[in-house]
């Protein structure tokens, strides 16, 4: 880990407001400032890896918003996550971080075919039982969370179904790589589908390599710095074999991992790829001028939710708002505290539920106020943790990816 | 600290607001002070002013010293506690209580972020004008008790010219009351004031009244570039002798400017020596004309450019980059040393001189910024605490730049309080009868010396 990164914090407390769970808490340990200092004094010495200091550290989201506040240019979620991947490094990979990490994640097929059990449990009505009985209440606390999480899962991942090349409807104006993402494509296929078709609509030749891997984020988050890597490797020589112009993902988890590739990987080949990869919303707001004439009214209230890994980790905000003004009739509501995180971070709703749900009452609080009756996010975990709990409540609020309300618009008759 | 101790502090606030564990006494043992460290005992986080009392009740009897702390944002060292024992944060007691709109007040908790006040007010197009640059973070209890000033001092004042009436929980958890809606009260000695700024020495506030003013109707931002510095400095006193006040007059000088640039991407110009951001504020008609005269001035002292923000997002903008400047100079150094001298407004342009020469001397970077309509100026020194010998020079350096503002009729601290930090500067200041009477004041209001020691004197 840099030193110099930890220094830099003068601890002026800028990013205090900014910090989700020092907002919950007023607890310096639970603020970005106080987690600096913590990882700061342990490699000083002046304080030792006990379990506590693990538990204060493991209660950051890793959301970003602290590096979006502080001026001085410290990123105090990342240097959380860097001294825990390091830490779980040292300590080896367990059986079952291995096994997950190594033997599952990395093999489209087979965490595909994981998930299937979990599609014949949801359609032959065993869910509905499983959850009326509360079953679940007899097994592990993460396992039920996990149940209780998950949407509705298509018949199939959109990897299996898309063809290899989607061709430009009209004048071609370039080609573009399309990124799956495990999540959108095992979950939110139906989004990416949206996306393949706006792109190919503008007039880009889209290719979905079918061999393409995981982005390698859960590798971080494990500890697994060569898996993450591996992963990076693959892709990079992948996409390298494709002349495209960018390479496009609708998933904001994927797009901060696949922007740093060219960190993670010595060579050309990786800048190279990282210097192409965009996140679906910028590539469309290039085309604004264009997309006003195909989009046709929408009579929803909207509001937007910035995704932490599309706001913080890649400064993108402006764009999913301008897009969404372009739908005529739309009238968009701007979300009180957007860019706060929602409290799904990775797995951290599952390990962390607590203090998840805290964060994300605020968020639905917020989103309630807005009157909006759809929210409009880009990013799977939060569209999994958003779904779930404005689905809830008496007067459900739609949760959208945002090219789906985009091609909605457009196929308005 | 000792478990049986712990345990009572306890059954006050619940286990879970009363830490003692090593990881959460160490991010208690700092605060924005840089080179300032003190871990304490405890920390504790009542949520209600009986909880103070019965805290400081429990502290005073144990002969326990007890330190106030907000959000820990201050740059004396005031914070922190000097000899292991209780801190107390307000951050619970967070609640604005009351806006009285009938007789222009509001009234608060300690614990209120300075910014959540302005939101509350301006929403019913009221004002509370003090505005430090730590306001998103700072608390109201952490503003009072440091007399913060702002970047609207100029023409509104500070934090004192705004608090109307404390609720004050004393040193042997004893209620004080001083002040209240009241606009004139001479009955007796004026405790208000005293209070105000007495940097936790004095008594714990649990609620703040403050004075309200009419909302401005109107607000124009300009900021004007310099290639010298000086022509900047002698603008700054050439707007006052104008009698045009504007609510804003701050002063950014090339390190800064680029920092701040970095940071927040306003389009700050990065080939002068210096910037004024000035705003006035008030009647659209008003404005107008003193928006000219500003300009004017602004010319006549070779600006190579002025620029008026077009609308309310860039006025935003600009103000908001110059609130981040202490933050963004950390960029370059990790270990800034920021300063606080303040001189009467007339001697902004020698006083500059003064640092600059002083940074040469000493071979340190410093970058100044400031409210310098107020005359207070924030010498920040770019080091590395790894490297002794540079902090040793910073700290020369500093010390001349203080004998200086002394003897130009200034002073050591204009807002950023006494505490620990500038401790060995008072006596210099205040002379050998100024700090007799304050310490008999600190005997009155604190017999025993528990409440936040080792602070001002
Ligand atoms: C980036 C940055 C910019 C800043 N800009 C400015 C500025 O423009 N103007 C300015 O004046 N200051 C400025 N400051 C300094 C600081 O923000 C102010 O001093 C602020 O008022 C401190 O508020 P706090 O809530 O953080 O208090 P703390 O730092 O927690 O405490 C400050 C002092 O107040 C005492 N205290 C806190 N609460 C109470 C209470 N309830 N009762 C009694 N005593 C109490 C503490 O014991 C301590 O002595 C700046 C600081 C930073 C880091
Ligand atoms: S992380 Fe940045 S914003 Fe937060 S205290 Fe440190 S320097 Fe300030
Ligand atoms: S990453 Fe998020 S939760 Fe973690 S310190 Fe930063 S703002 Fe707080």
Redesign the pocket.
């Known amino acids: 880990m840099d030193y110099v990164k930890l220094i830099n914090c003068m601890r002026c407390g800028m ?1 205090l407001p ?5 907002k919950e808490t007023f607890l310096e340990t ?3 400032r106080g ?1 600096v200092a913590l990882v700061r004094k342990l490699q000083e010495g002046e304080l030792d890896q006990s379990e506590r200091l693990l538990e204060y550290l493991s ?9 979006s ?1 502080c001026p001085c240019g410290v ?4 240097l ?1 996550a860097e001294f825990t991947c390091e830490r779980k490094g040292e300590a080896g990979l367990g059986f079952m971080e291995n096994l997950i990490l190594r033997k599952l994640v990395p093999h489209p097929d087979r965490l595909e075919a994981s998930m299937a059990p979990m599609r014949v449990y949801q359609r032959s009505g065993l869910q509905k039982l499983v959850r009326r009985l509360g079953v679940l209440k007899m097994f592990p606390k993460p396992l039920e969370r996990m149940e209780g999480l998950l949407p509705a899962l298509p018949s199939r991942p959109l990897r299996q179904t898309i063809q290899e090349v989607t061709p430009a409807r009209g004048t071609e104006r370039g080609t573009v790589g399309f990124f799956l993402g495990c999540v959108m494509s095992l979950i939110f296929s139906e989004a990416s589908r949206a996306t393949i078709q706006l792109l190919s609509l503008l007039g880009y030749r889209v290719i979905t390599p079918r061999d393409q891997v995981c982005c390698g984020a859960p590798n971080m988050l494990g500890g697994d710095l060569e898996g993450l890597k591996e992963a990076a490797r693959t892709n990079v020589e992948l996409f390298g074999g494709f002349d495209v112009d960018y390479i496009v993902t609708d998933c904001g988890g994927c797009g901060a991992e696949l922007k740093k590739y060219g960190h993670h990987l010595d060579g050309d080949a990786a800048a190279e790829f990282s210097g192409k990869v965009r996140d679906i919303s910028q590539i469309l707001a290039l085309h604004a001028g264009e997309l006003r004439q195909l989009l046709k009214p929408l009579g929803r209230r909207v509001t937007y939710h910035d995704p ?1 890994h599309i706001a913080h980790c890649q400064g993108i905000r402006q764009e999913p708002r301008q897009l969404l003004k372009l739908i005529p009739g739309l009238d968009y509501r701007e979300l009180n505290e957007a860019d706060a ?1 929602c409290g799904s971070a990775g797995t951290y709703n599952i390990q962390r539920p607590e203090m998840a749900d805290k964060v994300l009452q605020r968020k639905v609080d917020n989103i309630r106020r807005t009157g909006a009756d759809c929210l409009v996010t880009a990013n799977p975990g939060c569209l999994i943790q958003l779904k779930k709990a404005l689905a809830a409540d008496a007067q459900p609020v739609r949760v959208a990816h945002i090219t789906e309300l985009l091609l909605e618009s457009f196929m308005v008759k | 600290m000792e478990p049986s101790f712990i345990k009572e502090l306890q059954t006050i606030v619940g286990e879970q607001y009363t830490l003692s564990d090593r990881e959460s006494l160490a991010v208690y043992g700092y605060d924005s002070t840089p080179e300032i460290e003190s871990l304490p005992g405890a920390v504790v986080l009542p949520a209600t002013a009986e909880d103070v009392s019965r805290i400081l009740r429990l502290c005073h009897d144990a002969g326990v010293s007890v330190t106030p702390r907000g959000s820990g944002t201050n740059l004396s060292g005031g914070s922190l506690s000097v000899n292991a024992g209780v801190v107390m944060q307000t951050s619970r007691l967070n609640r604005i209580i009351e806006v009285d709109e009938e007789n222009l007040t509001a009234t608060v908790e300690p614990g209120v972020v300075t910014s959540a006040l302005h939101r509350e007010v301006e929403s019913r197009s009221l004002f509370y004008p003090p505005d430090p640059g730590s306001m998103n973070i700072s608390t109201m209890g952490g503003n009072v008790a440091e007399n913060s000033g702002g970047l609207r001092g100029l023409k509104y004042g500070v934090t004192a010219d705004y608090v109307m009436g404390l609720e004050t929980v004393l040193a042997n958890g004893d209620l004080l009351r001083t002040g209240g809606k009241v606009v004139k009260d001479v009955a007796g000695y004026s405790l208000n004031p005293l209070l105000v700024s007495s940097e936790g020495t004095l008594g714990f506030f649990t609620g703040i009244t403050v004075k309200l003013i009419p909302k401005p109707q109107g607000k124009i931002t300009m900021l004007a570039h310099f290639p010298v510095l000086q022509d900047a400095a002698l603008a700054v006193s050439a707007i006052i002798a104008a009698k045009v006040i504007p609510a804003t007059l701050e002063f950014l000088d090339k390190v800064t400017i680029k920092c701040v640039e970095d940071y927040a991407h306003v389009g700050l110009p990065l080939n002068v020596d210096a910037v004024l951001l000035i705003e006035v504020d008030g009647h659209p008609a008003v404005i107008a004309e003193e928006a000219a005269a500003v300009a004017e001035i602004c010319k006549k002292y070779r600006c190579s450019f002025f620029q008026t923000a077009q609308n309310a997002d860039e006025a935003l903008n600009l103000a908001a980059a110059r609130r981040t400047a202490l933050s963004a100079l950390a960029r370059l150094k990790p270990t800034t040393i920021l300063e606080d001298a303040t001189v009467p407004r007339s001697c902004i342009a020698p006083m500059l001189k003064v640092i600059q020469e002083a940074a040469a001397k000493y071979n340190v970077t410093i970058g100044t910024f400031g409210h310098a309509g107020d005359g207070n100026l924030h010498p920040t020194c770019l080091t590395d605490e790894r490297d002794q010998d540079e902090i040793r020079r910073a700290h020369a350096a500093f010390a001349e730049i203080f004998d200086v503002a002394i003897a130009m009729g200034g002073t050591i601290t204009g807002e950023h309080g006494v505490g620990i930090a500038k401790k060995k500067y008072l006596p210099r200041l205040v002379g050998e009868s100024g700090i007799r009477v304050m310490r008999g004041i600190k005997q009155a209001f604190d017999p025993k010396g528990i409440l936040n020691p080792g602070k001002v004197f």
């Open positions: 990013c900014a910090c989700p769970t020092y639970a603020s970005p987690r209660l950051c989201l890793d959301c970003q918003a602290c590096a506040a990123n105090a979620g990342e959380v932490c995180c």
